[in-house]
C-alpha cells in the first residue's frame, strides 16, 4: 500500500464532505503524501456540474405511498427535466421502467403532454392506470420487458419516437437496452445499478469511445470495481453505519480469536441480525459460533475485541484508498452511457439533478436528437 495510511482518521465516512463527495482539502492536508495527487485527479475527474436549480419539496409532489425523499428525488428530476422538454417539439411523455409511473404521470400532468410508459409489473402497471386515471392524464401503459417484447411494443406505439424519454434509475441491463436502441426525440437519463451491466464480470461498456480508452490504457473494470459505486456511506442510515462497523469489529475480533486458536485462515461466518451487534462482542462471539457450529468462546474471548477494532481501522484506511476512484468511476461509466447516445446521433450533457443525500445515483443524462432541432 502506497505511503503511511495511519495519519488518515478512520472513520468511513472521512475524507468526504456532507454531500458524499470527495473532500480534497482532507487528502491534501492529512493523507500520506503518495495519495495526494490522486485524490486531486480523483476530485477533477469525479466532478460534474450541477444541472439543477436547488433541491426543495413541492409539496404538491408529496404523493400518496411516496416518501418524503423519493418526492424529492421526483421534483429535482423532474426541475431539470421540464426546462428540457419545454425547449423541444415532443408530442408524449415516454416513461421507461416506470414503476407506478410517478415521474411521467407528474411530468404529462405538467406539461399536459400525453403519457406513454412501461413497465414489466402488472400489479405496477394497474397502479400506474388508475394513478393517471385520478390525475386526468391521458396515459397508455405497455405492461413488458424492456429487455424484450415490451420495448418493441413500447417503440411501435405512436408517440415514442416523437416523445420525450425519462428513465429514473433504471438498472444497469435496463438504461443499456434502452440506450442501444433509442430512436426518441429526446431523453433524461438517471442511470442505476452498474453491477447489473457486465459480460464475463466485467463492466459492459456501451460506447465505442470508451471501449477505445480502455483498450489503449489497458483499463479493466471489474464487477468488484462496480461494487464500489453502490458502497457508499450516504446509502445508510446513521444508526445502520454503527451498528455494520461494530459488526464487521465484531467479526474480525471473532477470526483474530480463531487465528489465535490455530486456524489458518479467515473464518467464514452466516450472517446474523445486525441488532446483535449491540448485545456487546462474547454474546455476539457466543451466537456466531452456534450459528456457524463452532465450539463457544472460551474465556479469552473477550480480549480479542480490541483487536477487531484495530484490523476494522485498517480495513476502513485501505477502503478510504478505494473510495479515492469511486466518484472517477462513476463519472467514466455515466459518460460512457453519454458517448453512446452522442454516437446514435445526439446532443448530450451530463451532470448532477439533485444531492446525494437526495440519493447517491444523482447523474444525469440530458440527451436531444441532433435531427429534431426545436
Ligand atoms: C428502480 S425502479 C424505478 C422505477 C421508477 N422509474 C422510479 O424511479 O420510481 C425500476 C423499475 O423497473 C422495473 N423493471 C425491472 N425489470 C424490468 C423489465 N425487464 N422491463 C420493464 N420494467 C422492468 C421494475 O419493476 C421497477 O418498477
Known amino acids: 500500500m502506497p505511503g503511511d495510511l495511519t495519519a488518515m482518521p478512520a472513520a468511513a465516512d472521512d475524507g468526504f464532505d456532507a454531500d458524499g463527495a470527495l473532500d480534497e482539502g482532507h487528502w491534501t492536508a492529512r493523507g500520506p503524501a503518495s495519495l495526494q495527487a490522486w485524490a486531486r485527479a480523483g476530485a477533477r475527474f469525479g466532478a460534474l456540474p450541477t444541472l439543477s436549480r436547488g433541491d426543495h419539496i413541492d409539496p404538491a ?57 412501461l413497465e414489466l409489473q402488472p400489479a405496477l402497471c394497474a397502479d400506474a392506470r388508475r394513478l393517471a386515471g385520478a390525475a386526468g392524464v391521458d396515459a397508455t401503459v405497455v405492461c413488458g420487458d424492456a429487455l424484450g417484447d415490451g420495448a418493441e411494443v413500447l417503440m411501435r406505439t405512436p408517440g415514442a419516437a416523437t416523445g420525450f424519454t425519462v428513465a429514473l434509475h433504471a438498472c444497469g441491463d435496463l438504461h443499456g437496452a434502452l440506450i442501444a436502441r433509442f430512436e426518441g426525440a429526446a431523453l433524461a437519463l438517471a442511470p442505476c445499478c452498474y453491477t447489473r451491466a457486465v459480460d464475463s464480470g466485467r463492466a459492459r461498456l456501451l460506447s465505442m469511445r470508451a471501449r477505445d480508452v480502455a483498450a489503449r490504457v489497458g483499463l479493466v473494470i471489474d464487477d468488484r470495481d462496480l461494487r464500489l459505486i453502490h458502497e457508499q456511506v450516504s446509502e445508510t442510515g446513521t444508526r445502520e453505519i454503527g451498528d455494520v462497523r461494530r459488526r464487521q469489529a465484531h467479526r474480525l475480533g471473532f477470526d483474530a480469536w480463531r487465528r489465535s486458536l490455530g486456524a489458518a485462515s479467515y473464518t ?78 445526439y446532443e448530450v450533457s451530463v451532470g448532477t439533478f439533485c444531492s446525494r443525500a437526495v440519493t447517491p445515483r444523482n447523474r444525469l443524462i440530458l440527451a436531444r436528437s441532433r435531427h429534431q432541432r426545436s
Open 61 to 117: 409532489l408529496a404523493l400518496p405511498g411516496m416518501t418524503a425523499r423519493k418526492s424529492l428525488q421526483l421534483h429535482a428530476f423532474i426541475d431539470v427535466a421540464s426546462p428540457a422538454i419545454a425547449a423541444s417539439r415532443v408530442s408524449h411523455v415516454v416513461d421507461w421502467c416506470a414503476g407506478k409511473g410517478h415521474l411521467g404521470r407528474e411530468l404529462a400532468r405538467r406539461t399536459g403532454l400525453p403519457l406513454l410508459s
Open 268 to 345: 467464514p461466518v452466516p450472517a446474523i441480525p445486525l441488532s446483535a451487534t449491540r448485545l456487546g462482542f462474547v454474546d455476539f462471539g457466543e451466537r456466531l459460533a452456534d450459528a456457524a457450529g463452532l465450539p463457544r468462546p472460551d474465556s479469552s474471548f473477550a480480549e480479542f475485541e480490541g483487536e477487531g477494532w484495530r484490523r476494522l481501522d485498517a480495513v476502513t484506511r485501505r477502503d478510504l484508498v478505494r473510495s479515492l476512484f469511486r466518484a472517477p468511476l462513476e463519472a467514466f461509466l455515466v459518460t460512457d452511457r453519454a458517448c453512446a447516445l452522442d454516437e446514435r446521433g
